[in-house]
């Protein structure tokens, strides 16, 4: 193995990404080195680059969709052998002592470092993780197919899980990569499934009714039946008063981006009647466990697009004008 790498380096908002040869990391005590063999797009790569998350860790490679061939360990770690093939999350690490993370609740530690934004993610050849936020890939499923599974499917999962069991009838706002692996496990356990689109994507309709979906229109129309929650993935703030006008009473309207523009001013009325507007912070590791049982169960499969590692601008691009339908996924020996 040499001593370099080749990467995409992010270093000020609204640059492109630089292709450029930087060291391999070493693994620190409890983290592992892997090489990269698939790394998906996720739109809060697109937040960092965008400037809408501020703060990054300075020339930082992004990429928190990672699946990886374990290729050493610091002296430290000991759950993975050389050869295994594991997954990076965008939860990177958190201290394990503060209220939170004793409540079980480690997605909202105040001191939780994120992949691919405070540590150096999976555009590139290798990265680094800490083995214990790390997660097993199934031997059923390929890098690329895995891949988007490591945020869109765990957020997504995790949104999915805030409307309640009890929500029959779900509206999806934004189907990409997130809504079109977690319409595959609502559909599994026969809810109804609503897509909503940005006006004029009728590719993207098409797509989800291929999918599965009942119904599927922009998002400025209602849907031919109330929801009984509404998912939001696309980071939009004014679909938040949109959805709450297609739920019913006591329904849920649950945002599932880190980042969203404002939400406008709504009347109390589209409130009233104990329906809830509530968001999804990050993940936990036991959403990983959870996701990729109910995954398999259901035999999720992710709709891909692939480019190579030197692309991920292209990639970006894509993700940004919404000229995709799943998920993107740079392949670093492409």
Request: proline share 6%; net charge neutral; with cysteine.
């Amino acid at each position: 193995m040499t001593d370099t790498m080749r990467a995409m380096v992010f270093r000020t908002a609204g640059l492109p990404l630089a292709e450029e040869q930087v060291a391999i990391p070493r693994p620190g005590a409890r983290e592992v080195l892997i090489h990269v063999d698939a790394c998906a797009v996720c739109r809060t790569d697109l937040h960092i680059v965008d400037g809408d998350l501020k703060d990054p860790k300075t020339e930082l490679i992004p990429g928190h969709e990672i699946v990886g061939r374990v290729v050493a360990a610091g002296r430290e770690a000991s759950r993975f052998q050389p050869g295994d093939r594991i997954g990076v999350p965008w939860l990177g690490w958190t201290c394990g002592e503060c209220a939170y993370c004793r409540e079980g609740r480690e997605n909202l530690c105040d001191r939780a470092r994120f992949t691919g934004y405070q540590r150096d993610g999976g555009f590139a050849e290798y990265a680094v993780a800490d083995e214990r936020f790390a997660i097993s890939i199934p031997a059923s499923y390929e890098p690329v197919d895995a891949a988007p599974f490591l945020c869109a499917g765990l957020i997504g999962y995790r949104t999915y899980r805030m409307a309640g069991a009890e929500a029959r009838r779900l509206g999806l706002y934004g189907f990409g990569a997130a809504a079109h692996l977690v319409a595959q496990i609502a559909l599994h356990e026969t809810r109804e499934i609503y897509a909503f689109t940005r006006p004029g994507d009728e590719e993207g309709q098409r797509f989800a009714l291929a999918v599965g979906a009942t119904w599927a229109g922009s998002s400025d129309q209602s849907p031919p039946a109330p929801l009984d929650a509404a998912l939001i993935f696309a980071p939009v703030g004014a679909l938040v008063p949109q959805a709450l006008r297609q739920v019913r009473k006591g329904g849920t309207v649950v945002c599932g981006g880190i980042h969203m523009s404002e939400i406008p001013a709504f009347p109390y009325e589209i409130l009233w009647g104990e329906r809830i507007v509530r968001s999804v912070a990050n993940l936990t590791r036991r959403d990983g466990r959870e996701f990729f049982a109910a995954a398999a169960n259901a035999g999720v499969r992710a709709n891909v697009h692939t480019y190579p590692l030197s692309k991920a601008n292209k990639a970006l691009a894509d993700l940004r004008e919404g000229r995709l339908t799943g998920a993107a996924v740079l392949l670093p020996e492409a």
